[in-house]
């Protein structure tokens, strides 16, 4: 006999739709017959036993869906067979068929489980009916089961989805308490369910929009009125930490019979008078990572990343508004643009990284002198603007600059070094400078450029002068540009004369702009203009190439003791290939470097010394000839000058006009003569216009002269002319 127990049935699957397996179990084998054959049909298995043993090991192996069974078997009862049934779980629909017409068989059977029980002899339509009932049934309760089970599974997947939503999803009641949240609230605000389930929305929302929050969380509208992307802050669990920024979306809730009505409801009747109202949902999303961003954007349109001053945007701004505030009540502002003296040199000997920090602190010296009205701002590089409304005079806006210039003369310590900076500034006054904010950072722009030429350091004040000066320079700009690629410009050469012998050694070049409307211009005019727009290479170049060229011409004309020499601007000085370019010039008029003379001001030295003495040692292998002009007269350093391998210095013609009548002993004549013959140096005077000047230089010791007392500057042919006649009879 089969034993039933735990594990012993095999797996019980879902029904399959359309087929069923029917286990048919009666001792008379006519019997069984008869019923197969008034119960088959397509889709179902019949199996037949003629004895309870049988029947169980059938149960046992395979999966059964419908028992017929007879309850006298040979071996055991029907009752037998479904005790061992219900002891083991199997869940088998059972038919009991058998000729016992007892009532407690009957009885006894229902109890055990059995679906129904029909007597023999049966009704084979009833017997055909009863079978198909119960198999029927059968059906509908596994598809249940299945339909429950793929509603739980449903519903197990949108709890997930809700709780792993990145938005916080929730329900309130008709007075706003939470009867529903999900896991976000948690791991975004830290609180859980059980904190906030009956509590009131307000217990999350930032005292601040409490107000607004009344309006979405309150919402009872439903559809395209309600309420979308409402913009608040939520606060964290115990107020720690920055508050979120969400946007909240909701819609009331209403029982089942007011959703019939709700659509012809809504146009007719106030969200106050609906019935049916049983709550609001909604979804807030988190958006403080994208408010951060704008609220970065925002900072990065407006203000320096750097020094955390306004930028050039905000400033104009504040300054518009200045300017209306100032017309309405008929005050005065102040326009002041700060440009930094020495920041080139700063940053390219320390680098950028400190560079910057000196920024910082001089933005923090000049915020420091501010009143609460004032606004400082930074445009970029070195450069700073400063707006003082409500002036009570424009001196008042003088001496604020005064003070930002005290301010930037102490010493500045960038990570244990002491650096030093000036300032150049320059001061516009609203309404007698512009009328706009345009004018007024133009005009102040212009006054901070004359200090600037005048020699930094200072405060400058706009004058009109500035104004056509400023067209001017526009304009000579772009007729400069264009005289360059068309090659209108020449050099003229002034001859530098040694008395003592009474011949020419050397012949400068210089520059001349014949303007077809301005005449001749002076290089004062123009070479300033090409060294802040960049045209002083192309400038240099053409000066360079003319001077080599007409020094060829000359040395095959037989004045082999002369040589050329050439102006250099600071900024060509700071070109990495400025010694590739001289080296190219002498070879492409093959002359010999010992006939070029550079002239360097001591401005060179000013940006960058060891950089510039390594270019002047370069040169110098070459053969090229140094000499520094308009000494004494800039930044003079006899260290430097010591480390500095020059062959000649020029004494300025400032110094030689102080040789006059009355006194012709100039102490710093006689000091810079003095310092070339202890370094060995030559020497040459310039703007000798006077006899006095040459004899009183000649009783000092210098030789070497140049200036309008011997000759101008000459154009190329009349130079040649001049070197000629100087040959045939050289100066007594």
């Keep these: 006999m089969t034993e039933f127990g735990p594990g012993l049935y095999p797996p019980q699957p879902l029904v399959e739709r359309d087929r069923v397996r029917i286990l048919l179990v009666d001792d008379e084998e006519r019997i069984r017959d008869a019923v197969m054959e008034l119960i088959a049909r397509p889709g179902r298995e019949i199996l037949t036993c003629g004895n309870g043993n049988d029947a169980l090991r059938v149960l046992a192996t395979q999966h059964v869906d419908l028992a017929l069974l007879d309850i006298r078997l040979p071996d055991m009862t029907g009752l037998d067979i479904m005790e061992r049934m219900r002891g083991s779980g199997l869940s088998v629909r059972v038919i009991v068929v058998s000729a016992d017409d007892q009532v407690d068989s009957a009885i006894s059977a229902l109890r055990y489980g059995a679906y129904e029980y029909v007597r023999k ?314 009328a706009n904010e345009d004018e007024l950072i133009r005009n102040a722009d212009l006054a901070m450029y004359q200090v600037k030429r005048r020699g930094k350091d200072n405060v400058g004040v706009f004058e009109k002068e500035m104004s056509s000066l400023y067209s001017e320079k526009i304009n000579l700009e772009g007729e400069l540009r264009r005289a360059l690629q068309r090659q209108e410009l020449q050099v003229h050469y002034q001859p530098i004369h040694e008395v003592s012998k009474g011949v020419v050694e050397c012949v400068e070049a210089l520059v001349r702009w014949n303007h077809p409307k301005l005449g001749q211009l002076d290089p004062a005019r123009f070479v300033y203009i090409a060294e802040e727009t960049g045209l002083i290479s192309a400038l240099s170049d053409r000066v360079l190439d003319c001077a080599c060229a007409q020094l060829g011409r000359w040395r095959e004309d037989g004045f082999a003791g002369v040589h050329v020499a050439v102006n250099v601007s600071p900024r060509d000085f700071e070109r990495t290939d400025f010694t590739e370019r001289v080296a190219q010039a002498l070879a492409r008029h093959r002359v010999p470097a010992d006939g070029l003379e550079l002239e360097i001001t001591e401005n060179v030295l000013i940006e960058d010394v060891d950089a510039a003495i390594d270019k002047i040692r370069q040169l110098r292998k070459q053969g090229v000839r140094i000499s520094i002009d308009d000494f004494g007269t800039r930044y003079s350093s006899l260290g430097y000058l010591q480390r500095l391998p020059v062959n000649t210095i020029k004494i300025d013609q400032v110094f030689t006009r102080e040789l006059d009548e009355g006194d012709t002993h100039s102490p710093i004549v006689h000091a810079i003569i003095g310092i070339a013959r202890g370094l060995g140096l030559h020497l040459v005077a310039e703007g000798v216009e006077r006899p006095v000047h040459r004899d009183a230089l000649r009783r000092l010791g210098c030789h070497s002269m140049q200036g309008f007392l011997f000759s101008p500057a000459l154009a190329p042919e009349e130079a040649t002319g001049y070197l000629r006649r100087m040959r045939a009879a050289p100066l007594a």
Excluded: W
């Design 121 to 434: 002899p049966f009704e084979p339509a009833a017997l055909r009916r009863t079978v198909d009932n119960a198999l029927e049934q059968l059906r509908l309760q596994r598809e249940n089961v299945g339909i429950r089970s793929r509603l739980e599974q449903s519903e197990r997947l949108h709890r997930y989805l809700i709780d792993q939503s990145p938005d916080l999803i929730y329900t309130l009641d008709q007075g706003g308490r939470f009867t529903f949240v999900n896991e976000r609230f948690n791991r975004l605000l830290g609180f859980t369910r059980e904190e906030l389930i009956g509590h009131h929305y307000s217990a999350i929302v930032h005292r601040d929009d409490v107000k607004r929050a009344e309006f979405a969380f309150n919402e009872r509208r439903t559809g395209q009125r309600a309420s979308s992307n409402v913009e608040m802050r939520v606060r964290r669990r115990g107020g720690d930490g920055t508050p979120c920024t969400i946007v909240l979306s909701a819609v009331g809730l209403y029982a089942p019979e007011r959703r019939q009505t709700e659509e012809a409801d809504d146009a007719e009747k106030p969200s106050e008078q609906r019935t049916g109202f049983i709550g609001t949902y909604g979804v807030g999303r988190d958006i403080s990572d994208r408010k951060r961003a704008e609220e970065l954007v925002s900072y990065h349109a407006y203000y320096d990343v750097l020094t955390g001053l306004p930028n050039r945007t905000l400033f104009r701004d504040r300054l518009r508004q200045a300017i209306a505030q100032a017309r309405r009540h008929r005050t005065r502002l102040a326009v002041m643009f700060i440009d930094l003296d020495r920041f080139k040199l700063i940053n390219d000997t320390y680098g950028h990284v400190r560079g910057d920090l000196f920024l910082q602190q001089v933005a923090g010296r000049l915020r420091r002198q501010l009143r609460n009205s004032d606004t400082l701002c930074r445009l970029g590089g070195d450069e700073f603007t400063v707006l003082v409304p409500d002036l009570r005079s424009p001196d008042d806006a003088a001496q604020k600059a005064q003070q930002f210039l005290d301010a930037l003369r102490r010493p500045f310590v960038v990570e244990n070094d002491e650096l030093s900076a000036t300032a150049s500034i320059g001061l516009s006054v609203f309404p007698d400078h512009g």
